[in-house]
């Protein structure tokens, strides 16, 4: 049975995401890492059987602003002979980036073979930035 802490983590620099007020330009995406602990090949399959959602909570209050919104999971490029990656990946709604400040966000799998459910990022948080701009919602 897989763990939380022996599946994945965010590749992101020091685990923080930025994006301006009302924008829905560029998706969060996740780079789904091998650890080197476990099967790798078998979780990929795991995921594609899986419901995937996205949340973000406000650090300040404590309140959700997005709770378990539909996130999608899409293999990775390939050069060469590579094996199969996938990325995480939420795209923005307006409503999502209409308030500035920090928030903390977190991907949740639930595999639909009854293995169990999984929260990512495991080890840091991801932090989300929505910071005031200059993008205009028309």
């Not at 789904?32 to 059987?49: C, M, P, S, V």
């Not at 899986?50 to 899409?74: H, L, P, Q």
Request: net charge negative; aromatic share 10%; glycine share 6%.
């Amino acid at each position: 049975m897989f763990t939380k802490e022996k599946i994945i983590k965010l590749k992101f620099n020091n685990m923080d995401f930025f994006i301006n007020k009302n924008s829905t330009l560029n998706p969060l995406v996740m780079e789904l890492i091998q650890d080197g602990r476990n099967d790798y090949k078998a979780f990929h399959e795991l995921i594609q059987n899986a419901t995937i959602t996205f949340s973000m909570t406000d650090v300040e209050t404590g309140i959700r602003k997005i709770s378990k919104n539909a996130a999608s999971c899409e293999l990775k490029e390939c050069v060469d002979d590579c094996p199969e990656e996938y990325y995480v990946i939420y795209e923005w709604q307006v409503k999502d980036t209409n308030r500035v400040g920090t928030y903390k966000g977190e991907f949740t799998f639930v595999f639909l073979d009854g293995s169990g459910t999984l929260i990512a990022p495991v080890r840091d948080e991801l932090m989300i930035h929505i910071r005031d701009g200059a993008i205009k919602n028309c």
